[in-house]
């Protein structure tokens, strides 16, 4: 039986991941992190709960000396970390003249630092076993985006952390995957593009089935790669 | 303790031209001597490992340690002045053992099959060693003699030994005054005759000592630990 540990989770694409792997039988015990106790309250409202362990814990990722205690205790409580989601983000969009160091400060925090030190501890306990580890990057960090730099290069990061470890942790036989989705109807995006229906762009349940797919047991060719998920819009008629 | 084991991490760099020695050196993405760790890590019937290496760096191989969760069955202590020495300060720091396995933190290919092989063994004393594919002389400016390649052993590590007779061994050498011993089938072999079988050894298992052998390394690496050719 497996334990998943999913930051982000309380709202959009690591709500929607929660959700849907808590359909899947090999893994027991879910560990949802994220800032919004309520918000993670309601991810855990929508999950499978049927013979499952689910430990919802508010937390800021940005304090990033409170993650080595907060990871060994999950693996003393459960007995070993299986599966990692790196999907908790940050975005604050704004011209290089007008991005603030705070501005810059939390993005890298959220989106870099975190998901360095959080994976750096989960794999001193995945390494004698194979498990799977999935960074949620954008497309944003492929593609020039102006007035998104720390936001998009702050996903570049991730990026090239996915293809160094995928090679890094080889050896162990963990798989380290990066996801880079397109437009997604998430809250987020809502707050950046508040003209755009959501219903016409790719839903976040549309990536929690990628997500599903690739830390599938049997997904064993993936890893290593930046994978692209977008939906294309409906063509015009 | 039925077996304990003595890591040698004395290098300081020199024949590598580098500013840190070469146990440290990255290797496949981690330093040269955490390859090494990794496999003893797996011999849970290894009860207690003892790593030599200089002063300087004794801080450095314990927080390697540290950050693998493995401080507990492994320690550091500072080594000798000469690999004889340092192979008798590991095993006074391991006290009383029945079995003392040696190996080097620089030979990062050796398998976990390897260590179980000898561990396993039935003999007290069993070393690895290859053929030696090239031809010997004696000499240094001009060639004094020839020998015979075919009466003669590659050594390699690791090797396992009486624990008893070995550092009865290393007595009678301190005794005599002698430090001069490279390497420990030999010391053994000369002041106890003791039988030492030798078990044929692998091409991969290469020591790193220069420049070169960073890239054949990494070939080995990826050849062999990963399983893949480059694509």
């Given at each position: ?19 849907r792997l808590s359909q899947e039988p090999d893994i027991q015990n879910f560990v949802l ?134 090679q890094e942790l080889a050896e162990y036989g963990i798989k380290v995957y990066t996801i ?10 809502r707050k950046l593009a508040p003209e755009e229906d959501p219903t016409t762009i790719m ?35 | ?231």
């Amino acid at each position: 039986m497996k334990t998943c540990i999913i930051t982000g989770a309380s709202q959009g694409i690591g709500r929607a991941a929660a959700v849907r792997l808590s359909q899947e039988p090999d893994i027991q015990n879910f560990v949802l992190l994220a800032r919004s106790a309520s918000g993670l309250e309601g991810t855990v409202a929508e999950m499978n709960r049927e013979g499952k362990n689910i430990k919802a814990l508010p937390t800021d990722l940005s304090d990033i000396d409170a993650i080595e205690p907060l990871i060994k205790a999950v693996y003393e409580e459960f007995g070993s970390i299986d599966l990692l989601l790196n999907i908790a983000g940050y975005a604050e969009p704004a011209a290089l003249l007008d991005t603030t160091n705070d501005n810059i400060r939390t993005t890298y925090f959220i989106n870099v630092f975190a998901t360095v030190v959080i994976t750096r501890e989960c794999v001193k306990y995945m390494r004698n076993h194979p498990s799977k580890i999935l960074n949620v990057a954008s497309t944003a960090g492929v593609t020039p985006r102006p007035g998104w730099l720390a936001y998009a290069s702050s996903k570049a990061a991730m990026v090239s952390m996915g293809e160094t470890l995928t090679q890094e942790l080889a050896e162990y036989g963990i798989k380290v995957y990066t996801i880079s989705p397109g437009r997604c109807a998430t809250e987020l995006r809502r707050k950046l593009a508040p003209e755009e229906d959501p219903t016409t762009i790719m839903q976040p349940e549309h990536v929690a089935d990628v997500i599903a797919t690739l830390i599938h047991d049997d997904e064993t060719c993936l890893d290593g790669q930046n994978l692209v998920v977008r939906q294309l819009p409906a063509p015009k008629k | 303790m039925k077996n304990g084991m003595v890591i040698l991490a004395g290098g300081i760099g020199k024949r590598m031209n580098k500013p840190i020695p070469k146990q440290f050196l990255i290797l496949a993405g981690k330093p040269i001597i955490v390859h090494v760790l990794e496999k003893v890590e797996q011999l849970t019937d290894v009860e207690r490992v003892v790593i030599t290496c200089p002063a300087e760096y004794v801080a450095q191989t314990q927080t390697l340690l540290e950050h693998r969760n493995l401080a507990g069955r492994f320690c550091c202590i500072e080594g000798g002045q000469t690999r004889q020495e340092s192979v008798y300060k590991g095993m006074l720091e391991l006290g009383e053992c029945e079995n003392v396995v040696i190996h080097e933190a620089v030979r990062p290919f050796v398998t976990v099959a390897e260590f179980r092989v000898l561990i396993d063994s039935e003999y007290d004393n069993v070393i690895y060693g290859s053929r030696i594919p090239f031809t010997v002389l004696a000499g240094h400016e001009y060639v004094e003699d020839t020998l015979e390649r075919s009466r003669l052993v590659n050594v390699q590590l690791p090797q396992k030994f009486n624990a008893g007779q070995l550092k009865a061994a290393h007595d009678s050498a301190r005794a005599e005054g002698r430090d001069d011993f490279t390497e420990d089938a030999s010391l053994l072999f000369h002041y106890q005759r003791s039988q030492i079988r030798i078990l044929e050894g692998s091409e991969r298992n290469i020591k790193i000592t220069e420049p070169t052998d960073l890239i054949i390394g990494e070939a080995i690496y990826n050849e062999y630990i990963l399983g893949r050719a480059q694509d």
